[in-house]
């Protein structure tokens, strides 16, 4: 069985950083695109950061862009989002995301084109 598991969210001040950690099991995803989604209350999930199978090609919201990094380890079959000077409306759960089916070095914005999402990590950001 597929799992993506999100760890490392929490309480952090303005400001502040956090590192976010999703751990695959059930296959790998070494040449597989994954990605960083979020969703806030009352708002529509968000496309946050994506990183290619193949290449180490990245995107970023531009909203993140400067702040936020996506990595990824495929020895430990995890990928990371290192969050740094982060803001009150940064506060979202974040999900990460991987496609079933390797994508070369292609990286992907759209929810749509991911086929396993993880349960999400809640992020909260005091003023």
């Known amino acids: 069985q597929v799992q993506l598991v999100e760890s490392g969210g929490g309480l952090v001040q303005a400001g502040g950083s956090l590192r976010l950690s999703c751990a695959t099991s059930?296959?790998?995803?070494?040449?597989?695109?994954m990605g960083w989604f979020r969703q806030a209350p009352g708002k529509e999930r968000e496309f946050v950061a994506a990183?290619?199978?193949?290449?180490?090609?990245?995107d970023y919201a531009d909203s993140v862009k400067g702040r936020f990094t996506i990595s990824r380890d495929n020895a430990k079959n995890t990928l990371f989002l290192q969050m740094n000077s982060l803001k009150p409306e940064d506060t979202a759960v974040y999900y990460c995301?991987?496609?079933?089916?390797?994508?070369?070095?292609?990286?992907?914005?759209?929810?749509?084109?991911?086929?396993?999402w993880g349960q999400g990590t809640q992020v909260t950001v005091s003023s």
């Open positions: 995301a991987a496609r079933r089916y390797n994508s070369g070095t292609l990286y992907f914005a759209s929810g749509a084109a991911y086929d396993y």
């Open positions: 059930g296959r790998t995803f070494t040449t597989n695109a």
């Open positions: 990183i290619s199978g193949i290449g180490g090609r990245l």
